[in-house]
């Protein structure tokens, strides 16, 4: 998933530079694989998911919001169950883990996800 031999940029791409710029900035990935900008009209529930279901492997990625977001991400705990909400802007984490977002009424609330 963070590959970059497995993925291209778009159209899409092309009409963020400063995005890439930014990512492709990070001093903490080696190479940057997908990323995703994703977008939730307002009280969207998202879907509880986990990403990744081989053990065997690696897979992380970077989530990213803007400060002016009020969308709520969270991690759900594999052994008590909770949630553990994000409260700042960016979260990186293994996506074995069950994850999505806290419905917001707020129109157009974006964040990024990017595979490393």
Known sequence: RGDPSTWRNNGNAMLLPGV????HGLPFFTQIGKISIICNAPNSKGVEHADIEFDD???E???IRT???????YVRDPDTK?????????????DHLLHN??????????SMKVDG
Not at 67 to 73: E, G, I, L, P
Request: charged share 20%; aromatic share 18%; glycine share 2%.
């Open 20 to 23: 890439l710029d930014f990512l």
């Open 57 to 59: 492997l690696v897979s």
């Open 61 to 63: 990625f970077l989530w």
């Open 67 to 73: 400060a002016s977001s009020n969308k709520r991400f």
């Open 82 to 94: 909770d949630k553990h909400m994000v409260e700042g802007s960016v979260v990186w984490f293994d």
């Open 101 to 110: 977002i806290e419905p917001s009424n707020q129109s157009c609330q974006f």
